[in-house]
Structures are given as C-alpha cells and as structure tokens.
C-alpha cells in the first residue's frame, strides 16, 4: 500500500507557497495556502500513517510529552529550505500532526509594510513595544524583522525566549542569545526571572500568557531594557485592558501607571488574501504611547484611545479599519475581506455602500440585509 512521505509534504509546502501542513485521519494530507485549505492527491491518512509521520520528525522528549500530557510542540529544520513549528496532539485517540512553515529568509520593514517609525522605536534604550492579532496574523514575523533590524544595526545583547524557537538569528552587530521554553528552561516565567542577570540590552518574550510573565515584562522594561512580545488581542486599546485585567484590582492603578510610562507602541495586525487571490498582505492598528496616550491609561480612560490613534497620523498611528479600508479602496482586498478582519464592519459595509451608489454600482440585496447584523 502506498505510504506518505514526509520529506515530499515539506518540500510540497516550500515549493508551493503554503503556510501550514495538517496531517490528519481520514483526509489526505492539507496545504494552507493563501489562507484556503488545500488537500493534495494522496491517499487519505490513517492512524498509523499519522503516528509514522509524528515519529519521522517528533524528538524522543516531544513522543514521551505526547505519550504523557496528549500535546506537545517544538520546531526544527527542513535543511536550508525553511524551519517549521509543529503541534502534534491527540483526538479521538489517534495522532494529528499540524507545521506551520517558517520562512529562512528575515523580512524587512518594507517588505512587510512596517510603519516607518518603527524603526526609530527599535533604536529606543528602554520601554515595552508588543505586536498583537490573532494566531496566524504574523506577529512571530513581524517581531523577527525588528529584532534582525536591531542585530544588524547596533551592537546590543538580545535575548529571546520563545516556545518553541522559529526564526533563528545569526550574531551580527550584535550578540544574540535564544533560549527555547522546554529545552533550554522551564518556562517563560523562570527565563525572565533570571534575565536580568544575563547583561541583555534587547529581551523578546514569546508571548505573554500569564501574570507572571507580563509583570517580569514590565519589570524589564521599567528597569532600562527593551523588551517585545505578543498577545491575542485585536486592537491597541484592547491590549492594556486585557494587561490590566489580568491582575488583582488591588494592583491594577499601580499596573496603569507603570504601562504608561513603559509602554512604547502597540501593533495589531490581520493576514488578509490578496483579491487577486494569490499572496497575503497585513493590515495594521498602530499606536505610539503618546504623553496623551500615557495619561488616558493612568486615567483608565482607554475608551478614547481610538480617537488619540486617529490624531496621531504624523507618527503614523491608524486605526485597523482605517488601513483595511485603504487596502479595499485601492482594490488590493475584497469587501468580504474588509469586513471579515473588520472591528466595526457594519460602518466600513454602510461606507462601501454609499461609494457603490454615488459610483452608479447597484447593490445586491445581500449586502444590504447584512447591514443590521453587522451593526448589532
């Protein structure tokens, strides 16, 4: 009978664009490419083709956390062609096996369509700059971009904690150590308690995903480093009220005042399919803390934070809907795009609707009936 390769899926997945692999029984092995998912013509998996597969790439430590914990994560090379992050996990009692492709090549501001001032910001000696959106919206790349800037422009030491490690640097201008949750420590929380031992100039969290480590984040840039990482959230103000909410209220006005004066910028981005539905382009929400800004989250006013972001364009601050508006109006989205990745997609859809008119383009009945839901 014919068997899967392993070898021949991650080369599929390089030569073709994709972005993630999904291995799982009773399909064929699943491409995403451009953001659709794509079977190839294979024979349909079955469970001991998926345990096969696992064992192929799965370090004997990752098999023996799956045996005893039902998930495991790590990554590793695909010669020079690429990297890939894996999550192998357990469901219905067989194995699924889910890469996601990482790029060998370091994208630059430009390529990624970074606003400029990002690099100023980069050159900073201290503060907090946090790159949020939902998984698979390209925070991990996006961050890689500003730490390669940093690594080729100025002699800093920059460490990374990450989970597991995705884009691997070489020393340039500066010296750069990673560690990788799981092989080289326990967790993000003990890393960070023992950075500050370490001399760094530059500190990368992977993500901040408890108290622990977003308080040891915030002692890190209050202490005169500069630090980045991620959150799953979906909009600047979102962001410190999601930071804020995470600790006791007790604490919360003492966290309030410690992100204003530390927090430097937040980026929110979505991964959108081009119309011409090949190829992806990133749509932004960016905020520079601002001495208004910092005085709103003192305040605990967040609630006008998007109206600081819309004054704020000569620093290159946007709204997201304001850049997935000018990526639709230039015809680079589709509507249903727009809306999709919209925060308020019931004014970006009445907006549209009103160019369409004043365009002499009728509306279709659809469009117009969707008005009231995206509004509620």
Same mark, same amino acid.
């Given at each position: 009978?014919?068997? #899967?390769?392993?070898?021949?899926?991650?080369?599929?997945?390089?030569?073709?664009?994709?972005?993630?692999?999904?291995?799982?029984?009773?399909?064929?092995?699943?491409?995403?490419?451009?953001?659709?998912?794509?079977?190839?013509?294979?024979?349909?998996?079955?469970?001991?083709?998926?345990?096969?597969?696992?064992? /192929?790439?799965?370090?004997?430590?990752?098999?023996? %956390?799956?045996?005893?914990?039902?998930?495991?994560?790590?990554?590793?090379?695909?010669?020079?062609? =690429?990297?890939?992050?894996?999550?192998?996990?357990?469901?219905?009692?067989?194995?699924?096996?889910?890469?996601?492709?990482?790029?060998?090549?370091?994208?630059?501001?430009?390529?990624?369509?970074?606003?400029?001032?990002?690099?100023?910001?980069?050159?900073?000696?201290?503060?907090?700059?946090?790159?949020?959106?939902?998984?698979?919206?390209?925070?991990?790349? $996006?961050?890689?971009?500003?730490?390669? !800037?940093?690594?080729?422009?100025?002699?800093?030491?920059?460490?990374? #904690?990450?989970?597991?490690?995705? !884009? !691997?640097?070489?020393?340039?201008?500066?010296?750069?150590?990673?560690?990788?949750?799981? #092989?080289?420590?326990?967790?993000?929380?003990?890393?960070?308690?023992?950075?500050?031992?370490?001399?760094?100039?530059? +500190?990368?969290?992977?993500?901040?995903?408890?108290?622990? $480590?977003?308080? /040891?984040? +915030?002692?890190?840039?209050?202490?005169?480093?500069?630090?980045?990482? $991620?959150?799953?959230?979906?909009?600047?103000?979102?962001?410190?009220?999601?930071?804020?909410?995470?600790?006791?209220?007790?604490?919360?006005?003492?966290?309030?005042?410690?992100?204003?004066?530390?927090?430097?910028?937040?980026?929110?981005?979505?991964?959108?399919?081009?119309?011409?539905?090949?190829?992806?382009?990133?749509?932004?929400?960016?905020?520079?803390?601002?001495?208004?800004? =910092?005085?709103?989250?003192?305040?605990?006013?967040?609630?006008? +934070?998007?109206?600081?972001?819309?004054?704020?364009?000569?620093?290159?601050?946007?709204?997201?809907?304001?850049?997935?508006?000018?990526?639709?109006?230039?015809?680079?989205?589709?509507?249903? %795009?727009?809306?999709?990745?919209?925060?308020?997609?019931?004014?970006?859809?009445?907006?549209?609707? =009103?160019?369409?008119?004043?365009?002499?383009?009728?509306?279709?009945?659809?469009?117009?009936?969707?008005?009231?839901?995206?509004? $509620?």
């Amino acid at each position: 009978m014919a068997t #899967v390769n392993m070898d021949r899926l991650l080369q599929a997945c390089v030569s073709q664009g994709a972005s993630d692999i999904h291995l799982v029984v009773g399909r064929s092995p699943v491409l995403r490419i451009d953001g659709q998912l794509r079977s190839l013509e294979t024979k349909v998996l079955e469970p001991d083709d998926t345990v096969a597969l696992m064992k /192929s790439i799965a370090p004997d430590r990752n098999q023996q %956390e799956l045996q005893e914990e039902g998930g495991t994560d790590f990554g590793f090379a695909y010669g020079d062609a =690429a990297r890939f992050r894996v999550s192998i996990f357990r469901q219905k009692g067989s194995i699924t096996v889910v890469l996601r492709l990482i790029p060998t090549k370091i994208m630059t501001f430009e390529e990624i369509g970074l606003p400029k001032i990002c690099a100023a910001l980069c050159r900073r000696p201290r503060g907090m700059f946090l790159v949020t959106g939902p998984t698979g919206c390209g925070k991990t790349t $996006t961050l890689a971009c500003m730490v390669n !800037y940093i690594n080729e422009n100025f002699d800093r030491h920059i460490i990374t #904690v990450e989970e597991p490690i995705e !884009y !691997y640097h070489n020393h340039k201008k500066s010296i750069i150590n990673q560690r990788e949750v799981g #092989v080289d420590v326990p967790s993000f929380a003990e890393a960070l308690r023992r950075v500050l031992r370490m001399d760094p100039d530059v +500190i990368l969290v992977g993500e901040l995903r408890d108290l622990e $480590t977003i308080e /040891s984040a +915030i002692r890190a840039a209050e202490t005169g480093h500069l630090v980045f990482s $991620t959150l799953h959230t979906t909009s600047a103000a979102g962001t410190i009220t999601r930071i804020i909410d995470v600790f006791p209220v007790n604490q919360q006005e003492q966290i309030r005042t410690q992100l204003s004066a530390n927090l430097m910028a937040v980026l929110s981005q979505a991964l959108c399919p081009l119309a011409t539905g090949r190829g992806r382009i990133a749509a932004y929400e960016f905020m520079v803390v601002t001495p208004a800004i =910092a005085n709103l989250i003192r305040e605990n006013k967040t609630y006008r +934070i998007d109206s600081s972001i819309q004054t704020g364009r000569k620093l290159g601050m946007q709204l997201l809907d304001e850049h997935l508006w000018k990526l639709y109006d230039t015809g680079k989205i589709t509507l249903e %795009e727009m809306l999709d990745k919209s925060r308020q997609p019931g004014m970006l859809q009445d907006k549209a609707m =009103a160019r369409m008119k004043s365009m002499g383009v009728s509306t279709t009945a659809e469009l117009e009936d969707i008005g009231p839901i995206l509004r $509620t």
